[in-house]
């Protein structure tokens, strides 16, 4: 098992700009596919974006263009740079830990607690 913390939430105005970062520690990372996912209130938690551990980058179409996902092995730590950001992007952002390489949250066995970002109009 893999613990994992967020950090970087914050209230932003739309067109703006922001970090997020996922610090992990147990279990080795760098054999881990690492994931965010997003939950907006009233809404399913949904895929954003996924690293392997192989750094093969995949996205939600939503996110395609505007959203950066990356890994830095020696710091254990997976980013989510977000850009252009629109009020639709509001939400709790997830960091979640997997063995496979996957887009589905039931395939994700670790979850960090969530990060609120907030984007006003």
């Known amino acids: 098992q893999v613990q994992l913390v967020e950090s970087g939430g914050s209230l932003v105005q739309a067109g703006g700009s922001l970090r997020l970062s996922c610090a992990a520690s147990?279990?080795?990372?760098?054999?881990?596919?690492m994931g965010w996912f997003r939950q907006a209130p009233g809404k399913e938690r949904e895929f954003v974006a996924g690293?392997?551990?192989?750094?093969?980058?995949y996205y939600a179409d939503s996110v395609k263009g505007r959203f950066t996902i990356s890994r830095d092995n020696a710091k254990n730590t997976v980013y989510l740079q977000m850009n252009s950001l629109k009020p639709e992007d509001t939400a709790v952002y997830y960091c979640?830990?997997?063995?496979?390489?996957?887009?589905?949250?039931?395939?994700?066995?670790?979850w960090g607690q969530g990060t609120q970002v907030t984007v006003s109009s």
């Open positions: 690293i392997s551990w192989l750094s093969t980058t």
């Open positions: 147990g279990r080795t990372f760098n054999s881990l596919s």
């Open positions: 979640a830990a997997s063995a496979l390489i996957a887009r589905t949250a039931g395939q994700f066995g670790s």
